[in-house]
């Protein structure tokens, strides 16, 4: 069995676009962290043309991983302006860590 990690990084307030179609795919589980950068878009009021944006991070099955992307992918044309990345990365190893009941 092999793994892959979907990663994506889009603004904060297409979080709504997105959620109901990854929760309809069952998906394992889903990581969303608050994170700031730039990319088609600069923010010229900020210092450092960095925005708010957010990252998700899915570890998934491979097969299920390309379908989580093609979600993703086609919803792009209602994201905000400036849109954000999708990347597919192997996962050479995943582990379930937890506290057993004993």
């Given at each position: 069995m092999s793994?892959?990690?979907v990663v994506a990084?889009?603004?904060i307030t297409d979080y709504g676009l997105i959620s109901e179609p990854l929760m309809k795919l069952d998906i394992p589980g889903v990581t969303v962290s608050m994170v700031r950068?730039?990319?088609d878009y600069v923010n010229n009021f900020d210092p450092y043309g960095f925005?708010?944006?957010m990252?998700?991070?899915i570890y998934t099955l491979t097969e299920q991983a390309s379908e989580i992307a093609e979600v993703?992918?086609?919803l792009a044309d209602?994201?905000?302006e400036g849109g954000g990345i999708i990347a597919v990365e192997p996962v050479s190893q995943l582990?379930?860590?937890r506290k057993l009941n004993t």
């Open positions: 793994y892959s990690k990084i889009i603004n950068g730039f990319g925005s708010d944006n990252k998700i991070e993703l992918t086609r209602e994201m905000t582990m379930n860590v």
